[in-house]
């Protein structure tokens, strides 16, 4: 069963529209949850949350998590065709398990013109 | 600084063939892992490093050995390639372990594409 889920896999938007990419997760020992943006091949890390209801920011782009319903949300306002990329969004845990993160299987998200 | 840096970009090799795939990182960072993404699938943990001389497995180590010497680098090996081994590798590094609680950007190297036919 995965421990992170996002959704949706993929969706296509015009440009001007707001979009909501949603990670859900279930792992033991929550440490923080992590989203970056992968264009072409190497992911950049967006934002690192911690703390739930706290909200992070960057230009169009916002992320929020809530720890006790396990989700993160990113939303991207005024998407761009440069905002099409896949999202990426991984949980890091703290002690047991490999020092690493878990990743979910993105969202693909494509924007048109 | 150059940040991650990963070589070959691109690499095909034949079945049973070795070879290494070199990561370094000019940061000073402690912590050094190595991923594999493939379609579909999100990034998967193959080896980590906390540190010189240490290493250890992620969720998908069977097939690849890394070794630690020294900070700057990290390299991945392939002993025996298999064509299971086609793959999207990337090296990443942080300057604490993911794990120790300090808010920390990972750093992702550009990625190698790896084939074996």
């Known amino acids: 069963e995965d421990k992170v889920v996002q959704s949706p896999l993929s969706l296509v938007v015009h440009e001007g529209d707001t979009v909501t990419l949603n990670c859900s997760y279930e792992v033991t020992n929550f440490r923080s949850l992590l989203w970056y943006k992968q264009e072409k091949k190497a992911p950049t890390f967006l934002f690192m949350l911690?703390?739930?209801?706290i909200e992070k920011k960057s230009g169009r782009l916002s992320s929020i998590l809530d720890k006790k319903e396990l989700f993160s949300i990113l939303n991207i306002t005024a998407t761009q065709t440069g905002d099409s990329a896949v999202y990426l969004c991984a949980v890091e845990e703290a002690g047991g398990g490999a020092d690493g993160l878990t990743f979910g299987k993105g969202t693909h998200l494509i924007i048109q013109p | 600084n150059a940040g991650v840096t990963q070589t070959p970009k691109f690499q095909v090799l034949k079945t049973g063939q070795s070879m290494t795939l070199q990561c370094a990182q000019d940061?000073?960072?402690?912590?050094m892992s190595w991923y594999r993404q493939d379609p579909g699938m999100g990034l998967r943990l193959i080896h980590y490093s906390v540190g010189a001389g240490i290493t250890d497995q992620g969720e998908v180590p069977n097939g690849y050995n890394v070794s630690r010497s020294t900070t700057e680098d990290f390299p991945l090996r392939l002993l025996s390639a298999a064509p299971s081994q086609t793959s999207v590798y990337f090296c990443?590094?942080?300057?604490?372990?993911?794990?120790?609680?300090?808010?920390?950007?990972?750093?992702f190297g550009p990625g190698t594409r790896l084939t074996v036919l």
């Open positions: 911690t703390s739930s209801g």
């Open positions: 940061m000073n960072h402690e912590y």
């Open positions: 990443a590094s942080s300057y604490s372990p993911l794990t120790s609680g300090i808010a920390d950007t990972q750093y």
